[in-house]
C-alpha cells in the first residue's frame, strides 16, 4: 500500500517520512514558530506540524476544573488546562503564513485540526490530515476528514485494537488512503516508557490492515524506538520537535532539539540503507571475500594422472578458486579418476576429473 503526500509517495518500498511536530513549541510566537519551521527543514524533517484547536471546542473548563487534581503530564503544569490550550493553540490569521513559511522552506505544512470549523479551515493549506490519539473514538469527526478525499494519518495510543479496528473501518469504508501509526501517549520522556511502546503491534497493524501504511508517532527520546519501528515496516515518524529541552510549555520536554533530530534521521537513514533487499544473494561488494573465505577441494598430495580418487586425496582449504570444485560436490569427485597429474595442493576442477 502507497500514499501520496504532496509530490511524495510513501510506502513500504519508499525513504521514511518524518513529521516534526512543533505542536505548541510555537509559545505563541509567530515568528518563532516560522524559525522552528526553517530548524525543522535543517534537521532533515519532511513536514513541519501544528494543532489548530479553540480551548472551548476541545476541553471541558467544567470537566477539568471539577477533576480532584491534574493527572499524567498535566499534573506538572502551572497553569490551568484550559488556559494552557488557550495559550498554544495556533490563530487562524497564522495558518497562510505558516504554509508560506513551510513553502518557503521547501517543507510541507501540517497541522491536527480538533474541531468542524478547524478541520474546514485547514483544508485548503494541508496536504493531508493528521489525527491526534485522543480522536480515536469521534467516528463522526474521523469520517468527515476521511470526505475530503486526503490522505489520513491517525495515532493510536491509549486506545484498544477494537477501537483501533472501528476508526480504520471508518476511514477506509470512505477513504483508502490511510497510515496507522502506533503511539503511546505517555508524555512525561520517562525512561520507563521504552516498557510500554510495543512496537510489535505494528506486526498486529500490518496483518490486520494490510491495505494501510504504518507508522509511528513517539515521544521518547532516544532512537530505538523509531529504528525498531522502521525495521517492522514504519515509512511515517513524527515525533515533536523543539529548539530547546529547557524551555517552559507543554510539549517542550519530550521533544527533540535539532541536533538530535538530524541524528534520528540521519541513523535511519543508514537503517534503509541497511534493511536493502530481500533476496539473500551473493553482493556486489562480496565478491572478493567469497573467494578468500570458502573453500575448494585441492589434491591433498602430488596425485598421478589415472589415480581414482578417494577421500583422503582431497583437501577442502581456502581459497576457492573460480572455477574449482566446491565442498559440497565431494560425493560426487569420490571414485572419478585424474586425468592427469596434479601437483600437491592444486585445485581440482572437473576438467581435470573423468569417469
Known sequence: MEIKIGSRTIGFNHPTYFIADIAANHDGDLERAKMLIRLAKEAGADAAKFQHFQAPKIVSDYGFSHMNAQVSHQAKWKKSVTQVYAEASVSWKWTPLLKEECDKAGIDFFTSPYDYDSIEHVDAYIPAYKVGSGEIDWIEALEHMASKGKPVIIATGAADIGEVQRAVHAILKINKQLCVMQCNTNYTASPENYDHINLNVLKTYAAMFPEVVLGLSDHTHGNATVLGAVTLGARVIER????????????????????????????????????????????????????????????????????????????????????????????????TKALHDLPFGKELRWTDLGA
Not at 541536533?259 to 572478493?288: F, P
Not at 583437501?315 to 571414485?335: F, Q
Request: with cysteine.
Open 240 to 335: 515533536h520537535f523543539t529548539d530547546s529541552n529547557d524551555r517552559e510549555g507543554p510539549d517542550h520536554k519530550f521533544a527533540l532539539d535539532p541536533k538530535d533530530w538530524a541524528h534520528m534521521v540521519a541513523e535511519t537513514r543508514l537503517l534503509e540503507r541497511a534493511l536493502g533487499s530481500a533476496d539473500k544473494s551473493i553482493t556486489a561488494n562480496e565478491q572478493d571475500t567469497q573467494v578468500v573465505q570458502r573453500r575448494c577441494l585441492r589434491a591433498a598430495r602430488d596425485i598421478q594422472a589415472g589415480e581414482i580418487f578417494t577421500r583422503e586425496m582431497i583437501d577442502v582449504l581456502r581459497p576457492a578458486t573460480p572455477g574449482a570444485v566446491k565442498p559440497n560436490e565431494i560425493p560426487n569427485v569420490l571414485g
